[in-house]
């Protein structure tokens, strides 16, 4: 059974930051791509962060600069660093993983006060 659990998120004020965690279990962590989504309400998901199997990264323009994606393949864990956080950011985050099936966390509320 795949698991995907998102965990970090809170609330923080305005140019805060906060670190969110993806521990999986049921997958063979290293082989996957891995991302986060993020949805604002009365919005659509949204890409915030990739990382490939290879530890290639790609960001929205939106958090370019702000935020860093990693890994830790020896613990099956996803991680996204947010820095200058802006109300803009507050949304639902979630964790994604991908080979030939994807997979999606329950996610986890960030809410960024001004």
């Known amino acids: 059974q795949v698991k995907l659990v998102e965990s970090g998120g809170g609330l923080v004020q305005s140019g805060g930051s906060l670190r969110l965690s993806c521990a999986t279990s049921?997958?063979?962590?290293?082989?996957?791509?891995m991302g986060w989504y993020r949805q604002a309400p009365g919005k659509q998901r949204e890409l915030v962060a990739l990382?490939?199997?290879?530890?290639?990264?790609n960001y929205a323009d939106s958090v370019k600069g702000r935020f860093t994606i990693s890994r830790d393949n020896a613990k099956s864990t996803l991680y996204l660093q947010m820095n200058s956080l802006k109300p803009e950011d507050t949304a639902i985050y979630y964790c994604?993983?991908?080979?030939?099936?994807?997979?999606w966390g329950q996610g986890t509320q960030v809410t960024v006060s001004s």
């Open positions: 994604y993983c991908h080979r030939t099936t994807a997979y």
């Open positions: 049921g997958i063979i962590f290293s082989i996957y791509h």
């Open positions: 990382i490939t199997s290879g530890g290639n990264t």
